[in-house]
Nanobody, 119 residues
């Protein structure tokens, strides 16, 4: 299973970036998809989740109203649209795919993409 993130880079405060995560070798529609981030010197934290069923979304309080997670089941791809970026959004962003069936849990991570917000 491979998750490949792209779309990271540098932006100025108030700017926008769109992260893309493509996953292969899974039945994508079964998986909840998440974005996490790890700021420099800090723990990894959950940013947003989009469920496999109903596409329900959940966001960290720090990004509500600024970030939007979405998925395209035909392309096995999840997106994170980020607007009104702040320096505090600087982090490595990771994509995660997770699925549970009975007692079995599956989780796969991408290698991450750097987002830097500075003036």
């Amino acid at each position: 299973v491979q998750l490949v993130e792209s779309g990271g880079g540098s932006a100025q405060p108030g700017g926008s970036l769109k992260l893309v995560c493509s996953i292969s070798e899974v039945t994508f529609t079964l998986y909840d998809m998440s974005w996490y981030r790890q700021p420099p010197g800090k723990e990894r934290e959950l940013v947003a989740v989009i469920r496999s069923v109903g596409r329900e979304t959940t966001y960290a309080d720090s990004v509500k109203g600024r970030f939007t997670i979405s998925r395209d089941n035909d392309k096995n791809t999840v997106y994170l649209q980020m607007v009104s970026l702040e320096p505090e959004d600087t982090a490595v962003y990771f994509c995660k795919a997770s699925h549970r069936t009975g007692p079995a849990k599956f989780a796969y991570w991408g290698k991450g993409t750097q987002v830097t917000v500075s003036s």
